[in-house]
């Protein structure tokens, strides 16, 4: 599952399409109708395939999502980066201390 997300100036917000590929097929999801649809080659998503979100509420839609997703465990390629630089720093610095007989 992919998920696009663009900010629509002409409408005001942000929109989100959810969406998977197969052998050059794109197939776009309905979440809250359980639809899916198969799009030609020349086809957009539908409009009622989309979630729009208006300004001013998105980022509060991103940020809530975010934190029930963290609630979840669910953590993203990104976080585990940052986990393994914050726990090689932490390693490098008690590597120092030793050697500075810091500790």
């Given amino acids: 599952m992919k998920v696009q997300i ?34 030609n080659d020349d086809e957009q998503c539908p409009e009622n395939f989309m979630l729009h979100l208006h300004y001013g509420m998105d980022q509060e839609v991103f940020k809530a999502l975010a934190e029930a997703l963290d609630e979840q ?24 201390r030793k050697l500075l007989k810091l500790k």
Wanted: hydrophobic share 35%; net charge positive.
């Fill in 73 to 96: 465990g669910i953590k993203t390629d990104k976080d585990a980066k940052i986990k393994g630089t914050l726990e090689a720093t932490r390693f490098h610095l008690e590597d120092l």
């Fill in 6 to 39: 663009w900010k629509d100036y002409a409408f005001g917000g942000t929109k989100i399409s959810f969406y998977e590929v197969y052998d050059r097929k794109v197939i776009v999801y309905n979440l809250f109708t359980n639809e899916k649809k198969e799009l």
